[in-house]
């Protein structure tokens, strides 16, 4: 496993790391702990999160989610499978020379692409070089057997994945994984947009977990939390 130089600081949308006492960080708690439940019978192993369209908040959920998991003492990894706009690395404040790219194209071994991140109990795979065919990539079996491989190898594997409706990305992945969590942006997303995501993904067969309202405006505080809402088996929706 590489040794990562940080670029930069931790981002601070790291809620749960740097807030580990407010309410953002208590939110993704409870996501955390809906998504143990709901894997009682088959423990959930990987979890591509994506959302409808861009600037909803995926890729914040994603690595606070990462943290609350490594926060049980959980080994996980997180996967920047954004390979046309990936920000895992800059979330992180880590170099993005090697990554998931090179051990898909490569497959030189994943101790060669893998890299511990400042935070105690994840690790990460940053996406590595932006390739030409991203949708290719992500489709292979190649990318099967590494996605395998990670979960043999940590507790949880959490993949940021691209927006449904903008790129097919998110549609290969989604039947690779355990499940997909589809996040939505309060005051932005628009319900037919979620809608149309939510169609796509059951068109592959996809096991969507639930959705999970971002930024939604806490009251009485200054900043944003995260609120999820997951959908039972019954189909009616539960929320918190």
Not at 76 to 100: E, M, Q, S, T, Y
Not at 144 to 172: C, E, G, K, Y
Not at 218 to 224: F, I, P
Request: overall charge neutral; glycine content about 8%.
């Amino acid at each position: 496993m590489r040794s990562g130089k940080k670029q930069t600081q931790l981002s601070s949308e790291l809620v749960v790391h740097h807030e580990p006492m407010g309410a953002g960080a208590e939110a993704f708690r409870v996501l955390r702990t809906n998504l143990q439940f709901m894997g009682l019978d088959k423990p959930l192993k990987s979890i591509v999160v994506t959302s409808a369209v861009p600037g909803e908040g995926k890729s914040t959920v994603a690595a606070n989610l990462a943290i609350a998991y490594a926060q049980t003492g959980a080994n996980v990894c997180l996967v920047d499978a954004d390979l046309r706009r990936p920000r895992v690395a800059k979330i992180f404040g880590v170099d993005n020379w090697r990554g998931l790219t090179n051990a898909v194209i490569h497959q030189n071994g994943l101790e060669n692409d893998l890299q511990p991140s400042p935070i105690s109990g994840v690790t990460l795979l940053t996406s590595g070089p932006i390739p030409p065919n991203p949708a290719e990539i992500l489709g292979s079996g190649r990318m099967t057997q590494l996605l395998a491989d990670l979960a043999s190898r940590f507790d949880m594997v959490i993949v940021d994945s691209p927006p449904t409706l903008a790129v097919t990305d998110a549609a290969v992945l989604a039947p690779k994984v355990d499940g997909v969590l589809l996040v939505v942006r309060s005051g932005k997303a628009d319900r037919q947009a979620v809608k149309r995501a939510l169609s796509a993904l059951e068109t592959v067969k996809a096991n969507v977990l639930g959705v999970t309202l971002s930024a939604v405006e806490s009251e009485g505080r200054d900043g944003y939390y995260y609120y999820h809402y997951a959908q039972e088996e019954s189909g009616q929706k539960a929320h918190r």
